[in-house]
């Protein structure tokens, strides 16, 4: 089954704008770059550098009051590169139509050690049917035109966007692990960074994915997982996240043609079966931006992902953390998953489920039990007993567990919260990874 040009519907029709945006939408995805840029693209694809998982914004504080007259800069770590690149906005869990009045697209400079400033070469405005300002419609996620920017495997982006009237609640994902700004006024094109006056530790604001044009692609990988592949536990602005070091492994395995790229859809919180709200053990009181269960985000975060081909799935963790959920819940959870990712034409690898003894509530009471330990056991076991099911297992388990405390994480590997692997570990994670299901 062929899904590398593969788009949910909503990507393209529900967009709400003139019928000059789909067409230049289609047009984009079709290689259309004979005749904007002179050169012949036909043979060339369009494939995702980078993505995230999105959530409703929270119920206090910006992802939830929006913005105003401002500006907010975004720095993303793409994996492959290409000779074009084109931008996804999203306003799918907004509640009312967005307006953008600039945006822009640039390479960081690196000359610098700020990050909140761009190589000004670089800056490229975005345009959705050609037109530097439009609305985004709630419900609605916006593909831009393709812009002519040149960018190397492992690049920084740096995504602009001013929104001049009141956005209200904010299509988000909140564990960036990545420094973001805002400031007033339209700052989009603004190089020097210098009128970005908030520095924020988290959050990509109204950013889902970025896709680059490239010869010959190898397609894409998904990362669906939890708060080990959001990143909790890294350096900030470090870029270690164990997608990121999968991809920084896979340059130096795999020939620069069958490179893929990797998606990240992770999202800290993550559960198989349960709702963003749901409280959990150790008094915690649910977040928005935890998102919703894993079926429901199928479409969003795994089947609408540019010319993807296989997934790597790590979730369950928190079902038994936080909801105390039985093996055979969790279990059935990951095969139902299973079979419909399969069933799209995908490669999925099943990661199996990280040790948490010692991990600690908000209300500064332990969360593990032995009981909890023997459902992670159990599910364990079932998936290293029944691989056949699965076109891989990755014993993730395996290599971070302290062999003289299989409850608990290695000393060497553990952040510091005795669940989520700081960077060293999120690199054993990422070379747990087998290659060559996830190469085509």
């Keep these: 089954m062929n899904i590398s040009r593969k788009w949910r519907s909503r990507s393209l029709i529900a967009t709400g704008l003139a019928a000059a945006v789909t067409a230049s939408v289609l047009v984009a995805g079709a290689g259309a770059g004979a005749a904007a840029g002179g050169r012949d693209d036909s043979k060339r694809d369009w494939v995702g550098s980078w993505g995230a998982g999105v959530t409703r914004g929270n119920l206090t504080g910006t992802s939830s009051v929006g913005f105003d007259n401002q500006s907010v800069r975004m720095i993303v770590h793409g994996s492959v590169g290409g000779s074009k690149v084109r931008v996804r906005l999203s306003n ?7 307006e953008v009045g600039n945006a822009t697209v640039a390479k960081p400079d690196t000359a610098t050690p700020a990050l909140s400033d761009v190589d000004p070469a670089t800056v490229r405005q975005l345009t959705f049917g050609g037109s530097p300002s439009f609305v985004m419609p709630k419900g609605a996620e916006l593909l831009s035109d393709p812009v002519d920017l040149r960018v190397g495997d492992d690049q920084d982006l740096v995504v602009s966007v001013y929104f001049p009237t009141p956005t209200g609640l904010t299509t988000f994902h909140s564990t960036s692990r990545q420094n973001s700004f805002s400031g007033n006024g339209d700052l989009a094109d603004d190089a020097a ?24 692609a190898a397609g894409s990988v998904i990362v669906f997982g939890d708060s080990l592949g959001d990143g909790n536990g890294i350096a900030l602005n470090s870029n270690l996240r ?15 043609k069958q490179l893929p790229g990797v998606l990240n859809v992770s999202r800290a919180g993550a559960r198989l079966s349960h709702e963003a ?26 089947f609408s992902e540019t010319a993807a081909h296989a997934v790597i799935l790590d979730l369950g963790i928190n079902d038994i953390w936080m909801n105390n959920d039985s093996s055979a819940t969790i279990i059935a959870a990951i095969r139902q998953l299973n079979q419909q990712i399969q069933q799209r034409g995908y490669t999925v690898l099943v990661g199996t489920l990280g040790p948490f003894e010692g991990l600690m509530g908000f209300d500064g009471t332990t969360v593990w039990s032995p009981e909890k330990e023997a ?60 290659l060559h299901k996830i190469v085509r």
Excluded at 92 to 98: D, I, Q, W
Excluded at 294 to 300: C, F, G, I, T, V
């Design 92 to 98: 799918v869990y907004g509640e009312k139509a967005v």
């Design 193 to 216: 960074g210098t009128g970005y006056t908030l520095t924020r530790t988290c959050c990509w604001f109204f950013l889902s994915g970025v896709d680059v044009l490239r010869d010959k």
């Design 277 to 302: 709200l749901e409280p959990g053990a150790g008094g915690f009181p649910g977040f928005p931006e935890l998102g919703d269960n894993a079926y429901s985000r199928l479409d969003e975060d795994v």
């Design 375 to 434: 459902t992670r056991q159990a599910v364990n076991d079932y998936l290293r007993t029944h691989r056949n099911e699965f076109d891989a297992v990755v014993d993730f388990d395996r290599v971070l567990r302290d062999p003289a405390a299989p409850t608990k994480l290695k000393p060497e590997f553990d952040s510091g919260d005795h669940i989520h692997p700081n960077d060293a570990g999120s690199k054993a994670m990422a070379e747990a990874v087998p």
């Design 242 to 256: 164990w997608p990121d070091q999968l991809f920084d492994r896979m340059q130096s395995k795999v020939h620069h």
